[in-house]
């Protein structure tokens, strides 16, 4: 049995969560080289940015992606308009959107107007403006998982969405991770930051703690012991 690894990467914008694309578009293995076993958990739409989870832990996966587990993932997003406490309310409550083309409420959720954050990295392509319209930021953390859920969200309380970053999945966060940023951690320490037990997964015990440092030669997000480059190659 091969052993479990866990990378975090910071998903720029333009980037499919994905290794291959027929249609040449830019994918995961723009940003390095990963083992060939490993695979994105869930999935983070090609226009929207930050933290995804690639692993070959199969539990895991089942964990973070079935909603009976109800794992909180919080995004930043920036929407049109100088958006109102009444939207705000109306994101905790649960709004109605169209999933499948069928009506769906949205589970009560956390939502909170927030200032643009100061090292928020400038979006390439730039986020598109309007003359004489604001923007505004709102932090939201929701347990569900429905297609493009946060965008539709957004536009039903009239604010539409111009920029997605998914910033955290329970207490994992990307933390001076740039963009384009690639991290493996150690198991114990993804377990814990998503609030997982113990057994999930059951990588062998030849699996140490290991860091990768983010590609771009920056400062490595203070989540433990460096580990060195990964053996397999994609």
Known sequence: MSEYRYFVVNKPYG????FSDHDGRKTLKSLGKF?????????????????????????????????????????????EGDITDEAIKKLEKGTEISVNKTKYKTLPARCKKVEKP?????RDPPVRFRKNIPTSFIEL?????????????????????????RLAVEDLRIVNLPRGGVIEL???????????????????????????????????????????????RR
């Open 141 to 165: 953390t929701i347990h569900e998982g429905k297609n493009r859920q946060v965008r539709k969200m957004t536009a039903s309380v009239g604010f539409p969405c111009l920029r997605l970053i």
């Open 35 to 79: 083992p060939s076993d490993v695979y994105p958990v869930g999935r983070l739409d090609l226009d929207s940015e930050g933290l995804l989870i690639i692993t070959n832990d199969k539990m895991l996966n089942h964990k973070l992606l079935n909603p009976k587990f109800e794992h909180n993932k919080t995004y930043l997003v920036q929407v």
């Open 15 to 18: 980037v499919l969560p994905q």
């Open 186 to 232: 150690d198991k114990e320490f993804m377990l814990e930051k998503l609030k997982l037990k113990k057994d999930t997964g059951s990588a062998p015990r030849t699996n140490q703690a290991r860091h990768r440092k983010p590609s771009g030669g920056s400062k490595r997000p203070g989540y433990g012991r460096p580990k060195p480059k990964p053996k397999g």
């Open 118 to 122: 100061e090292n928020l990295e400038e």
